[in-house]
């Protein structure tokens, strides 16, 4: 016990160190709130203009017009961009971003955000487009039938059931999301997992800081999930 | 022939089973190494192989001794601790002697001199690292670090750990410090203009300026030290065989034949 009790105090007392992983922490935090944001807002625009794309490029064919082309060119890049990013591992994404297009940028936080972001928009658009194609046909049809257009059918009828079906799986994603930012020590940015490392590095001891790290990312996992819950839970209180 | 083939099956199974079992336990006459293979000269990667100055130091001290070093690529921060619990035998990486290391494991006698020098641009002003501090108080230390100063580190080294240290102490403050994985990437940050320095042992900061156009090491030491290998509390016995054959292969020159080989002569 008294080992225990020394362990601890030279791992996270002395020198202050706790502060290092409450600051690496915060980063985390900070890294994966604004990757969160970044990723839906792509994820979003992705997956809307695949499913437009795959939805009515009979119809758009058909009428002929400039429309159908445009709507191709852009299904074309979208596709290409999903195929890079989740072709490619998260740390030479950032990587790449941090050495290579944002050479220029001094501070390493938002070039991560970024990095994280851009990442996240290709898995958040797969699984929102899933959700969208996952819906009934029928259901476009009635909407359609009963004098909605194509935009109107999708905002009322489809995106809520969307969101519905989407929801652990994006549930997942944000835990992936929070937990892949761990590599984010790697251009030189301190988050929780290199503020373990690095008491690591100074006390030499391996225990202490990988369980505290783990612990650390364990309970802000859990209050995720916990909260994703409570938003299904309400979301399927209009249902019979 | 389904009998045929569950018994091939089952040999196969059984023959991975023991090829685990085997390669996990330590073999006999083999010590493990652990190293950084990212700070040449004195470990990097050649091809498959880590070879540098303590790869070679290690093989001739091993062999002093009769038995054969296996070397194994970690990170620099994970090497004192798998030392200290037995994952490895010694640890060899350009290691600093520190009192805050030897409370964790044994160091054997010092086998190189090193320094910690200063890398900047080479179109850099900058003459000395005292210009990075801005005030210093009655007795002629430091006291405050100039705004916008970035010291670029390899984490966990000797470079990170004495630049992290308050300015009192001639360190630049946790907060001016970034830490990078390895002394390239460091490097490669300070090129890009994200740091206004790079502070790193001589001998790999040489490799990177003489690789990278732009670059160029200020004259003078940011600090002395000396290279030792890093052995287990427990194991004493390793730590004097170390030690008696580091003496016969200074005595014999030998050391000096390897050091000459990948750093010439100025």
């Not at chain 1, 991560?112 to 009934?136: H, K, P, Q, W």
């Not at chain 2, 100063?149 to 009192?168: L, M, N, R």
């Amino acid at each position: 016990m008294n080992k225990l009790k020394k362990e601890f105090v030279l791992n996270f007392i002395d020198g202050q160190r706790w502060k290092w992983l409450l600051d690496g922490l915060l980063a985390t935090l900070k890294i994966t709130a604004v990757a969160l944001v970044i990723g839906i807002a792509i994820g979003v625009i992705i997956a809307a203009v695949r499913s437009t794309f795959d939805k009515n490029k009979a119809s758009l064919k058909l009428k002929g017009g400039v429309g159908y082309y445009l709507l191709s060119v852009a299904d074309k890049i979208c596709k290409l961009y999903v195929t890079v990013i989740r072709g490619t591992p998260v740390v030479v994404q950032l990587l790449i971003c941090y050495f290579i297009i944002f050479a220029k940028m001094k501070d390493g936080l938002p070039v991560a955000m970024l990095a994280f972001g851009l990442n996240s928009g290709a898995y958040v658009a797969e699984i929102f487009r899933g959700g969208i194609m996952s819906i009934d046909e029928g259901q476009f049809e009635a909407g359609r039938s009963l004098g909605l257009n194509y935009v109107q059918t999708m905002q009322h009828i489809i995106i809520p059931q969307v969101f519905k079906t989407v929801l652990p799986t994006l549930c997942n994603e944000f835990i992936v999301l929070l937990k892949e930012t761990s590599v984010a020590g790697y251009v030189g940015i301190m988050d929780l997992a290199k503020a373990g490392d690095l008491i690591r590095g100074r006390t030499f001891s391996a225990f202490m800081p990988l369980i505290a790290v783990a612990l650390i990312y364990l309970v802000f996992v859990v209050i995720l999930t916990w909260l994703v819950g409570r938003l299904e839970r309400r979301l399927r209180n209009n249902e019979r | 022939m389904k009998k045929v083939i569950g018994i091939i099956l089952a040999l196969a199974m059984l023959m991975t089973a023991a090829l685990l079992v085997t390669s996990c336990g330590k073999e006999e006459g083999k010590l493990v190494m652990a190293t950084n293979a990212a700070f040449p000269p004195y470990e990097f990667k050649d091809g498959d192989k880590i070879v540098g100055i303590d790869a070679e130091t290690a093989e001739a001290t091993e062999g002093e001794a009769g038995v054969e070093p296996e070397i194994d690529d970690t990170e620099f921060g994970s090497i004192i601790g798998g030392v200290q619990t037995g994952k490895y035998d010694i640890g060899m990486a350009g290691m600093t002697v520190t009192d805050e290391r030897k409370e964790s494991v044994n160091f054997s006698n010092t086998y190189a001199k090193a320094k910690q020098v200063v890398i900047v641009p080479a179109d850099s002003e900058i003459e000395s690292f005292e210009e990075f501090y801005t005030e210093f108080d009655a007795d002629g230390n430091p006291a405050a670090v100039a705004d916008g100063v970035k010291i670029g580190v390899q984490q966990d080294t000797t470079g990170d750990i004495y630049s992290s240290d308050d300015p009192a102490k001639w360190g630049f403050g946790e907060d001016n410090v970034i830490r990078y994985k390895t002394g390239a990437d460091a490097v490669q940050a300070l090129l890009a203009g994200k740091v206004t320095c790079v502070i790193i042992d001589n001998e790999p900061a040489k490799s990177f300026v003489a690789a990278n156009e732009g670059l160029k090491i200020l004259d003078g030491a940011y600090a002395d030290e000396d290279y030792a290998i890093a052995v287990g509390k427990d194991n004493e016995e390793l730590l004097k065989n170390i030690n008696d054959a580091l003496a016969k292969l200074t005595e014999s020159g030998k050391l000096d034949e390897i050091v000459a080989k990948y750093i010439p002569a100025e």
